[in-house]
T-cell receptor, first 113, second 111 residues
Framework: EADIYQTPRYLVIGTGKKITLECSQT?????MYWYQQDPGMELHLIHY???????EKGDLSSESTVSRIRTEHFPLTLESARPSHTSQYLC????????????FGPGTRLTVT | GEDVEQSLFLSVREGDSSVINCTYT??????LYWYKQEPGAGLQLLTY?????DMKQDQRLTVLLNKKDKHLSLRIADTQTGDSAIYFC???????????FGKGTRLSVIA
C-alpha cells in the first residue's frame, strides 16, 4: 500500500480564487511529481522535484507553482483559478534509483466555476 | 522526443484473454511498466519488465517485450469484470528523467 496522500480529494471553487493542493508521502522518496489528467485519460506532467529545494517544469505548460521545502511535502498552488484549470490532479513519488516505481496518490478533482 | 503509443479502447468478454499493446520510441529504455488506474483512484504499478528480458509472467499477467520492434504487450488471462480499468504503458530511459507514459487504454469487460 502506497503511503502518499492528497488533500482535498474534491474541490469546487470560483474563478479567481487562490488554491493549494496538498501532497505528502511517508516513504522518504526524493522524487515527487504532479500530473494533470484529462477527462480523456491522458496524463500530463506539470511539475517535478529531485529533492528539497529542487523544482522542475514538466512537459505541459502550467500556470501553477510548486515548492519543496521538506522531503515529504510537495504542494501545488494556483494563484488565480480559472475554468480551464478544471481537471484531475495526481501527485506521485519515487526513489532516485532502483526500480524507479512511481507511487501515486488518489488524486484531487478540481472544478473551477 | 520520447513517445509511447497505445490504442485507446479494448472491449473483451469475461473469461477471454485481453491483450493491450504499446509501442515506444526510445531505444535506451531500461525499464518498461504497466500501470492500472481504477475509477476515482490514482495509478498503481501492475508489473514491469527489464529491457534485457523478453517475457515476464506473474499469475494471470504476461508481459512480452520485442526490443527490436520497440513493442510491449500485456496479456491478461481469464479477464474478469474487476479488470475493467485504464491501463498505462510507461518507459524509463537510462537517465534520471521522469517516466514517459502512454495515453492509456480503457479496458471494458463484458459479463
Amino acid at each position: 500500500e502506497a503511503d502518499i496522500y492528497q488533500t482535498p480529494r474534491y474541490l469546487v471553487i470560483g474563478t479567481g480564487k487562490k488554491i493549494t493542493l496538498e501532497c505528502s508521502q511517508t516513504m522518504g522518496h526524493d522524487k515527487m511529481y504532479w500530473y494533470q489528467q484529462d477527462p480523456g485519460m491522458e496524463l500530463h506532467l506539470i511539475h517535478y522535484s529531485y529533492g528539497v529545494n529542487s523544482t522542475e517544469k514538466g512537459d505541459l505548460s502550467s500556470e501553477s507553482t510548486v515548492s519543496r521545502i521538506r522531503t515529504e511535502h510537495f504542494p501545488l498552488t494556483l494563484e488565480s483559478a480559472r475554468p480551464s484549470h478544471t481537471s484531475q490532479y495526481l501527485c506521485a513519488s519515487s526513489e532516485l534509483e532502483g526500480l524507479y516505481e512511481q507511487y501515486f496518490g488518489p488524486g484531487t478533482r478540481l472544478t473551477v466555476t | 522526443g520520447e513517445d509511447v503509443e497505445q490504442s485507446l479502447f479494448l472491449s473483451v468478454r469475461e473469461g477471454d484473454s485481453s491483450v493491450i499493446n504499446c509501442t515506444y520510441t526510445d531505444s535506451s529504455s531500461t525499464y518498461l511498466y504497466w500501470y492500472k488506474q481504477e475509477p476515482g483512484a490514482g495509478l498503481q504499478l501492475l508489473t514491469y519488465i527489464f529491457s534485457n528480458m523478453d517475457m515476464k509472467q506473474d499469475q494471470r499477467l504476461t508481459v512480452l517485450l520485442n526490443k527490436k520492434d520497440k513493442h510491449l504487450s500485456l496479456r491478461i488471462a481469464d479477464t474478469q469484470t474487476g479488470d475493467s480499468a485504464i491501463y498505462f504503458c510507461a518507459e524509463r530511459n537510462s537517465g534520471n528523467t521522469p517516466l514517459v507514459f502512454g495515453k492509456g487504454t480503457r479496458l471494458s469487460v463484458i459479463a
